[in-house]
T-cell receptor, first 111, second 115 residues
Framework: DAKTTQPPSMDCAEGRAANLPCNHS???????VYWYRQIHSQGPQYIIHGLKNNETNEMASLIITEDRKSSTLILPHATLRDTAVYYCIVRVAAAGNKLTFGGGTRVLVKP | DGGITQSPKYLFRKEGQNVTLSCEQNLNHDAMYWYRQDPGQGLRLIYYSQIVNDFQKGDIAEGYSVSREKKESFPLTVTSAQKNPTAFYLC??????????????FGQGTRLTVV
């Protein structure tokens, strides 16, 4: 699986949009971009995934650049409960659907 | 309710003892995974299984063993050969191991402390 690079931490004001960047410059054509988050001492929670097109669901939006070398997860209106570690992962079926986690971005939403 | 259940949530063992962590899912998922997480770190893959009676080593399999006798169950044994067993252990499952666009569901983890 392609390696991802994320900033180690970022702060966000409650009610504002949080934009979380991820670089995956070695991504190949059949790899999906996934985002998970982990609230302290809990199991990771799936957020969203995409291949080429931008995606949106009830939790977040995923913007993937045209060359697919980077992406941004957008939390449109951050709440205190969004404080967590956010992991960006790229994944291919040939790897047995394994998820390879990096260090993630520790997001702190402040009132 | 459908989901993936890990038990117990907290586990204490004496050094040198084997211990088995339970993971059960009722999601009818084919694939199951075990991860280890150390404080302030990301998750690292220990073992994974794509079908019943088959499993593969992940990145840090030494000192661990698994079995997959039933689709619903994927227990992990932490053996005495594991030099640093104290960690947070997470189990996950996914619907189809042959496709990349399927999400994985995680249990709430077991925090193992070896004293």
């Amino acid at each position: 699986d392609a390696k991802t690079t994320q900033p180690p931490s970022m702060d966000c004001a409650e009610g504002r949009a949080a934009n979380l960047p991820c670089n995956h410059s070695t991504i190949s054509g059949n790899e999906y971009v996934y985002w998970y988050r982990q609230i302290h001492s809990q199991g990771p929670q799936y957020i969203i995934h995409g291949l080429k097109n931008n995606e949106t669901n009830e939790m977040a939006s995923l913007i993937i650049t045209e060359d697919r070398k980077s992406s941004t997860l957008i939390l449109p209106h951050a709440t205190l409960r969004d404080t967590a570690v956010y992991y960006c992962i790229v994944r291919v079926a040939a790897a047995g659907n394994k998820l390879t986690f990096g260090g993630g971005t520790r997001v702190l939403v402040k009132p | 309710d459908g989901g993936i259940t890990q038990s117990p949530k907290y586990l204490f063992r004496k050094e040198g003892q084997n211990v088995t962590l339970s993971c059960e899912q009722n999601l009818n998922h084919d694939a199951m995974y075990w991860y280890r997480q150390d404080p302030g770190q990301g998750l690292r893959l220990i073992y994974y299984s794509q079908i019943v009676n088959d499993f593969q080593k992940g990145d840090i399999a030494e000192g661990y063993s698994v079995s997959r006798e039933k689709k619903e169950s994927f227990p992990l044994t932490v053996t005495s050969a594991q030099k640093n067993p104290t960690a947070f252990y997470l189990c996950a499952s996914s619907i189809n191991s042959g496709r990349a666009n399927t999400e994985a569901f995680f249990g709430q983890g077991t925090r193992l402390t070896v004293v």
